[in-house]
Every structure is written in C-alpha cells, then in structure tokens.
C-alpha cells in the first residue's frame, strides 16, 4: 500500500510604458505606407524612459491605463515563435485570457491568407483563392525580401483574392474597425483592387522605384470584411495582414511557423522587418524559440563521447543564441516604447520508443538515470537563452518549469488526457492549451504585484501535475532518485517503479 500512497502524493505536488495616445481617425480608406495618411506611422510612439525596477514595466503600465478606464489605451503584444505557436493552441487560450481581462483590441497580425495547410488561426477569419504561390523563408531555395512573418504570398494572374474579417465563430475577435494589407512595394509591381464587402472601393499600384512596405487599409463598418484582389498587371506579394480596432484593449499578434528558428527569421529584409513591426506598434515583444535550436545542436554532437558531446552541447547553445539575440535586438530597434518577453522552450523527450524500451528495462536508479528521458541541449539552449535575455533587460517565462522541469514531458505524453504528443517534442491541444493559461495566470498575478510597487520579476507557476498516468513511470522513478539515501524510502519506492513497468509490460 505504501508505494501507491508515494506515488499519489508524488503527484498531487502542484506548485504552483508609457502613456498611450489616441488613435487618430483615418482620413481615407486607403493608405500607402510614407504617405501622409498612413496611420502607423502616425500612431507611432516616442522612446519610453525604461523602468529599471520591472522589465514588463512599461507593458504593465499600458495595462493599467486600460485598468483605469481610458477609452483608447490599448497594449499590443507581437509573439514571434516556432511551431510550439504556430497553431494557437498555446497563444490562442494567452490570448483570450487576456483579452477577457483587459478588451478586444483588434485580432492583430496574420500570416497572409493560408500559409500552410491546416494554418489555424482562432477568433480570425481568412481565405485566399488558389493561385498563390507560398514562399518560405524556411525553405533552403527560397529568395528573400521577407517581412517580420518571414513569408509571402504571390501571384501575377488575374482574380487572385485574400481576404480578411471578423471572427464568426467565437465571441472574441468579433469586431474589427479596419483590416491593413501587407504588401510589397517593387520595381514592376503590378495593381490591386481593394474591396469592402463586394463593394470595389479603390485600385492601388504596388509598383516603387526600390522595395518597401506598403501599407493598404480598408475602413470596415461593423461585421464587413475586406478583401484583396489581384488586377493582374504584375507580379503581387504579400507579408501579412493587420486587423485592428479602435476601442480600448489588447490585441495579441503571432508571427509563427512550423520548425522556424531565429536564424530564419534573420533572413527577412531588416527595412521591411523594421517597418512592419513599427506599424503593430508593441508594448510588448514575445520571443518563442529555442526547440529547434536544441535538435540542431544535439544532431552535431550525437556519437561524441559524454564528456565531449557535454562540451559540444554548450558551445552549440552559444551558437544558436547569438541569432535570437540579433533578431532580438533587429526587432526591439522597431519599437523602442516595448518591453521584451523571452519565452524559454518546453521540456522535450529524445526518442521516445528508446527511452521507453530503456525503462522497461532499468532494474536500479543508475540504470533510469542513464535513459536520458530528456535531451540535455533542450536545457543547454534554455540556460543561454535565459542569460541572454537578462543581458538584454528581458523578462523570462520557462515552459519546462512549468510543465515540471526536467523529464516532465514523459509524464506529459504518459498523462490522462495526454498532455505530449508521441514525438516526446510537441504538445497536445490539452497540453498547449494548459501552458497557455498558466503565463496568462502568471502575467495577470505579476501585474497585480507591480500595480502594488511590488516590482517582483515574472515568476513561472508550476502546472498542476496529471492525476492519472497511464504508461509513464517517470514520478517513480524520480522518487527512487529522492529517496536514494534512505533504505526503507528508496525500497518503497522501487517496489512502487516496478509496480508501474510491470503494467506496462502486461
């Protein structure tokens, strides 16, 4: 009886800027970025003094005047990341928190059209007709200019349509005030028709002597849609689209995509990456990386021996952040009025099929110790990014941690409902979905400390852990490890870790 009480009370641990200004009203429905019309350079900020006690200070302090009933504030946070946010499973539950806490101001930025398939996005409604061609900047063959989004949409054929409006099957993201389209200014650039609805309600060149940003806004009144239709005189790219709102509010935009890591990003073009983030106007810039990063490095170093491949692991760490870091301080220049999140990557199971075969067959703590349930470069590439964003003035928020820290995606994947997917790498719609509302939890308690001049740093809650488990023998086996130096302790425990391998045998 003992071992079971071990191990249900092993998993009933549970740990737990300035002053916005209002936004002008536009003087016509359409906008072309550098003219004197485009709103995104008029809304622009000036440079905030930073609040040395707080690294979100700034971010928080839009919140509070949000909080305090103005009726234009609004916070805008911009979330670039890997396929941990590509999905919105993660991003879509942090937002809607924090959009039911402080209003809906406006969807933000999409990936133009349908990126990839099976490209979900939630609370946003987006189409494109079947003649676009996707670029990646992620593909080994693709050629640049590429936005903040790293990817584009083109087309040189006639009737070619994107559009965009609000949200209809969801209560957030139900309004939207304008959608912005955008797209590349280029020698040779051919026409677009802009449409409201099915009313025609402008034509606009996209031809420029060099490249740029060019911005193409549609007013909608309430429950229009904008669309973007290709006229046919010449080659058309777009980067993105921005959907925004005028009431007071947050808006949560994600540039995210399957496999991406910083370094891919870097190969946007830093005037157009400079001017798309400029135009969304962040409070606050969230940076997701770090899973990708650490396959890469752990490929480099397999077959070294332990020692080596340790050493290996930590100058690969260094590598790969030093591209965060240049994306980092590229898009941070855009915004000089936000603050920074780095968010640090999840816990991650290498070889999942080995690792369980490796522990079916462990008969002591040194024989569990040795099957490696998580990659080390996850945590090599976690601890540089961290030290990287405290250089740079950013806060910190460690998916690992809150998962429960090292080994933890195997209990995740062993869970009741699963919580990791079989790859021992992603997560599934309930794990996503559970991260997601813990640093919303997180972000919302910190803010209520700093409104109080407790200016404590972001803390990471622990997620409750699974009160079931039904093929993972993870929270015994970290129990053999705590109870080693105690006889009686350490042989419940193994009774109990045997008790577990033996039901995954039968």
């Not at 965060?324 to 941070?332: C, G, I, S």
Request: proline share 6%; charged share 20%; hydrophobic share 40%.
């Amino acid at each position: 009886m003992r071992p079971i009480l071990l191990l249900i009370a092993l998993l009933g641990i549970a740990g737990c800027n300035g002053c916005s200004q209002p936004r002008p009203m536009p003087a016509t429905g359409l906008a072309l970025s550098g003219d004197p019309n485009d709103l995104a350079a008029a809304r622009r900020a000036t440079a905030l003094p930073r609040d040395n006690g707080h690294p979100l200070a700034r971010f928080y302090q839009r919140l509070a005047e949000i909080d305090g009933g103005s009726k234009t504030a609004q916070a805008s946070v911009l979330h670039f990341g890997d396929s941990h946010s590509a999905s919105d499973s993660f991003t879509g539950p942090l937002r809607e928190a924090l959009v039911t806490r402080f209003g809906d101001g406006g969807r933000g930025f999409l990936l133009p059209g349908l990126p990839w398939k099976g490209y979900a996005q939630r609370c946003a409604d987006y189409e494109m007709s079947g003649g676009w061609q996707r670029v990646r900047a992620a593909s080994a063959d693709s050629t640049p200019p590429f936005g903040m989004g790293a990817f584009r949409l083109e087309t040189g054929t006639a009737g070619d349509t994107v559009s965009r409006g609000p949200s209809r099957r969801c209560s957030l993201g139900t309004d939207v005030d304008r959608v912005r389209f955008h797209a590349l200014a280029q020698p040779g650039g051919g026409s677009v028709d802009l449409y409201r609805g099915d009313e025609l309600i402008g034509r606009r060149s996209t031809a420029a002597d060099e490249l740029g940003l060019l911005t193409l806004t549609v007013e909608l009144p309430a429950g229009g849609s904008a669309q973007l239709s290709a006229v046919g005189d010449g080659p058309i790219a777009l980067l993105g689209s921005m959907g925004e709102r005028d009431a007071a509010g947050i808006s949560y935009s994600v540039a995210a995509f399957n496999g991406a890591q910083a370094s891919q990003f870097l190969r946007g073009n830093s005037a157009l990456v400079t001017a798309e983030v400029a135009a969304a106007e962040p409070s606050l810039l969230v940076y997701a990386f770090g899973t990708n990063e650490a396959w890469g490095v752990a490929g480099q170093t397999d077959g070294l021996p332990p020692g080596r491949r340790g050493a290996g692991i930590e100058r690969g760490a260094a590598g790969v952040t030093s591209s965060l870091q240049k994306w980092l301080k590229l898009t941070r220049s855009a915004a000089p009025s936000s603050d920074c999140l780095v968010l640090l990557p999840p816990d991650a199971t290498r070889n999942p099929k080995q690792v369980r075969a490796c522990l079916e067959a462990a008969a002591t703590p040194a024989e569990v110790e040795l099957c490696n349930v998580s990659e080390p470069a996850v945590a090599a590439v976690s601890a540089a990014f961290r030290a990287m964003a405290e250089s740079e003035g950013c806060a910190t928020w460690d998916m690992a941690a809150a998962m429960g820290g090292e080994g933890s995606m195997w209990e995740w994947m062993a869970s009741v409902p699963t919580r990791g997917q079989a790859d021992g790498v992603h997560l599934t719609s309930t794990g996503y979905g559970l991260i997601g509302a813990r640093l919303a939890g997180d972000l919302l308690e910190n803010f209520e400390l700093w409104k109080r001049g407790e200016s404590y740093a972001l803390p990471t809650g622990r997620i409750e852990p699974s009160a079931q488990t039904v093929s993972g023998c993870m929270p015994a086996m970290r129990l053999m490890f705590e109870a080693y130096d105690n006889t009686a302790l350490a042989d419940a425990a193994n009774s109990a870790a045997h008790l577990c391998l033996a039901r995954i045998r039968n």
